[in-house]
């Protein structure tokens, strides 16, 4: 191939102005990757998500053809960055918000720690050891010499994996008495995990995974710089066995059923492992340790442990945290030197998802008064500072994720996720995910829509619509009176797309059970609203809230808007944090046993804060000054 | 079965006059482990070895027969434990000295530490928990109760093992959240190895291990006690690929080689842990923690650590200690809760089995200096005092074993063990082991021949055969010069048992390497051999040694007879020490990074008084001023 070199292009990657040398064939995506500039997806570079979508700018790539990008796009100077290779100089611009699954990397979120990013002080750390050679004057054993340049490296007392020595005596010698030591930081006494020949200190890395019931979603760090090298997210494979979290607790009744849906989420993580690999060119070999957050029963699944407990009162769960664990214990595919962190739990209804999150934002840390939510499926609310915390989950239900909604779906490519009436004659417009053509409403567009129709007056406060607004969208459908926001001819489906009165009530209910929530918590520390110096909006849907209108509707507070700070997927971040950082994982251990759990359903308050919220935006006008009537 | 009552008896053992009551058809082996009365068994109750020889008294017992046991000794009245079974009242003498491999029980040992045993303080401990039941107002995880209650028992911090807590909603759940957990103190902080359901607390075992080249010693301890509730021996299968440590490493170089002798020793450790388990009527499942002594070779080969470095200059180590691991992770049938703890090697020469046998006598607590001796293959010697020890290893050779010497034996039955010259008429009168047909001459009795040959004037100074002397029995043989022990017609083979003037020579070669060691290391750190305040001799052989004929031929010191002390196996000894005190473990395994190695092979002091000692019992008189001429 000496006649034929490779040749290489410059691409430019806006509005960063990253630029990078490749070789012909390279992806867009790995182009990416090596220029350090983070594109989403969600199929691990097979073309299929979508969500990995830029634009050209100037010059042209080679691409491969893809159902998930229309002609239209395609026109429009759009591509697939997995599905598009370099062949010329170009200049690609990044779209953002182009992906509903897109995770707010660390650097965007705010508060105290998370203004400056965690030292970088990684659980697991690689160290070069230049050892002397053994004469007949100096003949300790491999290992004690070993010992004694750790103790140059300042660690008098390590704990010695037996696994990790057994061919010290090759693994010495093979490249002249050097060799690089592995230690995991987070057990009592650091662990020698592993034993390498040579200087392979470059290479170190570390998975953060917030493990949901739906999702799962994994950062692959590097542990030498803290930086990410790929994020991928995938449904959870137990979702085979029921959607929702009860269903599964069901199916560990079956003979066998614990041990089928621990199978199915190591595998999903051991796809999503394999995928951040292969697209960052990394070794798996080379993944020294992971630290997952995730809800109670996700966790307990995750270690086999039956979560049978969790489904009855009182409620118990099994374990809040454990020693690290080898990650070949639960079957997943690295070394036998990669060690697994749980984030501990709180309760049976606030995981380690919520506790890592939390810690990551350095409500801990923080003198100020800091109420946290994160809105899923539960809505889980933490509030308090660096002397206390109370924490409670409440059942939202599934409407922000399109359960119980007619037309409801996840915010994907095809959900309507906003909408406005606009002047002069109030003409609907909606916004679609992904320029497709609209298939469904999503969480965001539900609020958005609500809010739109409430100020407008096509609703009222009883989130019933206004006879007397006399609207052509309002019309009888057969589950009562709905409104038509997209119609067939313009529907991926040809059918209407709707909003009934049955779904409006829903949210209701569930933007009651949520304001309900943080009003009962803070009246149980004797806190008001006023006194919150900062509400943290959690969970990848609370990144795509529109505020104004979620104060609207009710769903959040009415405080002064430059209190909300909106941190996307807190699980993941407190993984991150943690892996990146022993002391945060620390923090984070901690910090479960520090918050004070308060059960909601058995709770008289909040069933008369919830009664009282089930208006637009509540029975009582006085909590929200700021909505006009 | 209700009309045939199992009918009950008394078994009375003496000298020690214990009584027991057992039932029909129980073995007098099983009886005696009940009756806490220690019979040797090497061959696991299977009446092959002989070991576990008794004489009735009164009464009689159902035997099967044997080809261990003669018709003689039969009609004497002599009894195979296990394989005679109790059929009537009986009364049992118990015989000292049958077996060749009897150990000295701790209790028998003197020195500092074990003039009273260490306090018992196991490796493993089991606490029973009572923990509160959940209730709405009290719904901690499972386990954070559990740390609560072992905070309750003083472990403030303990790492909790993934595999322990698995199944602990339903351990909790069984008896009423009673629950014992099992913690192993061996690691920095306390790990929780295994929990089970209900009150366990009485089943905590133990097994101390030495092991050996060619045999591995056991020990079964209750932990909650510290007594020996069986004790085995058994030839480590290695054997099928080489009698000696150099051949053995030599196998590890084919392909599989290390794996082939790694399975082996596991096999080995199987059978014998299988074999006293069963012997006591005991479950392994109930085995909490092992503790191994041994040579840096057989504890290499057991790890599955390539030993070739061992063999070539500078005899590098591969290790010194690693942490308490799984025994599973070897291989050995026992549970995951299960941890095997390693004593610590000095050097390739010097291995656990003697550190663990100094620790033991306490000859690091000790103001005294002491000088130990263990006599194998190998002599090690060490010698020191609280503040400073040295060792090293003398190639002695295989002459005590049975090697180089024309009828050479092990000590089984039929070993000529003594040999003496009967006045008036010098008529040789020999004792031998197991009161059987002469078959050859082991190590002790060697010692014997040779004393009482150089004392008559037989044998000259210089290990010849005295012209002048005349002796009947000396006689012109195939190998030159020889005595003959006993005539072909009262030994077991036909033939006549001779020792050979080149027996002898080698013998002198043996006791000279063992000699000149010691004073060469005592010299090297300019002591002399009166400062000594005791001389400790280790070592099954060592324990069958007669002091003054050791001393007549030079292979002992002429120091007053008062300053030796016979301690048997106190490799075993000391991993017994360990395993019932955690204390004697640390400090077991501090041990090995005080103790100095020195290399003898090299030393021109040594091979001076090598030489010098080539003489019975020295050319140097001055140093045996007991021996006269």
Redo the contacts between chains.
Sequence with gaps: MADKPKRQFNVVFEPAGIAVQVNTGDSILKTALKAGVHLTTTCGGSGTCGSCRVRLQKGDVDSVSSDAISQDEINQGIRLACQSYVSQDVTIEVLTNTSPDLEAPVAQTSLSMLNSSPELNPVATKHLLCLPV???G???????RLRYALKNHGYD?V?????A??????IL?EKAWEATATLIHS???PLLSRLESGDTTTTNFGVAFDLGTTAIRARLIDLNTGSILAEQTAYNRQRDYGEDIISRISFCRKRGGIDILQKLTVDTLNALVHDMAALSGIDTDNISCMVVAGNTVMIQLL????P??LRL???????????P?KTV?LGINLGRHCYLHIIP?V??YVGGDIVAGVAACGMHESDKINLYIDIGTNGEIVVGNRDWMVTAACSAGPTFEGGGIKHGMLAIPGAIEDFSLEAPDATPRISVIGSASPAGICGSGLINTVSELFSTGILGRNGKFNPEASCARVRKGEDGLEYVLAEGNSSSSGRDIVLTEIDIDNFIRSKAAIYAGCQTLMESVGIDMSKLDNIIIAGTFGNHIDTENAIKTGLLPDVPREKFRFIGNGSLMGAHASIISRQQYAATSRLA?IIT?I?LS?NGAFMDNYVASLFLPHTDLEKFPSVGN
Tied chains: 1, 2.
Excluded: F, H, M
Excluded at 159 to 163: S, T
Excluded at 303 to 306: F, G, P, S, V
């Design positions: 053994p004469t007949a100096d003949n300790r054993a491999d290992l004690k007392e704990i010695i994996d037996y696994q020595v057994k061919n010290i005596p090759a010698r057990t009592p006494v270690l086999a442990i039956d049978e407990p009162s009182p409620y118990v769960p099994a374990i809040d945290s454990v020693s664990l214990d739990a309760a049976s046993d759990g059960e058995e």
